[in-house]
């Protein structure tokens, strides 16, 4: 099987943030965290998937900063990963990515889990961009100029 090609020196940041977040076990780790899992062996009960796996996705989220490796919180040996406030800031991406989820791939009536603000007890309504695409365009940025 032919290794991919790195993004990371892309220009774009779409690629270097698929690059690094892009792939499912990633972005699933990702969402467990913000529910609040923490340990190793929730995460893989949560997704199923294989250790070797999620070590590395483990691994390369906690390089990246978005996950930090502490002491677990109840004083016992195990370790347990935290999101960094880098980590807590690709919320908007998994809510935008729920919510096209449930706007795009679920049958009217169909079941499926809902995002609930604990302060309303209510989902969470559509996240709404300021700016259509068809009102933008992207410019490359040379530093310097």
């Known amino acids: 099987m032919p290794t991919r090609k790195p993004l990371s020196n892309q220009p774009c940041p779409v690629a270097r943030t698929v690059d690094l977040i ?9 969402r467990d965290a913000f529910d609040g899992i923490r340990r190793f062996g ?27 490796r502490q002491d677990a919180s109840d004083g016992t040996a195990y370790q347990e990963y935290v999101l960094t406030p880098q980590g807590e800031s690709l ?43 068809a009102a933008t365009e992207v410019q490359k940025v040379t530093p310097g100029e």
């Open 42 to 68: 929730d995460f893989q009960r949560s997704l199923g998937m294989a250790k070797n796996i999620l070590t590395d996705r483990l691994n390369t989220l906690v390089e990246a900063g978005i996950l930090i």
């Open 22 to 30: 892009g792939d499912r076990w990633s972005l699933l780790i990702v």
């Open 91 to 133: 919320f908007t991406v998994v809510v935008a990515l729920r919510q096209w989820g449930e706007q795009h791939l679920f049958a009217p009536g169909e079941r499926h889990s809902v995002l609930i603000d604990k302060r309303t007890g209510k989902a969470v309504p559509p996240l709404v961009l300021q700016v259509l695409p």
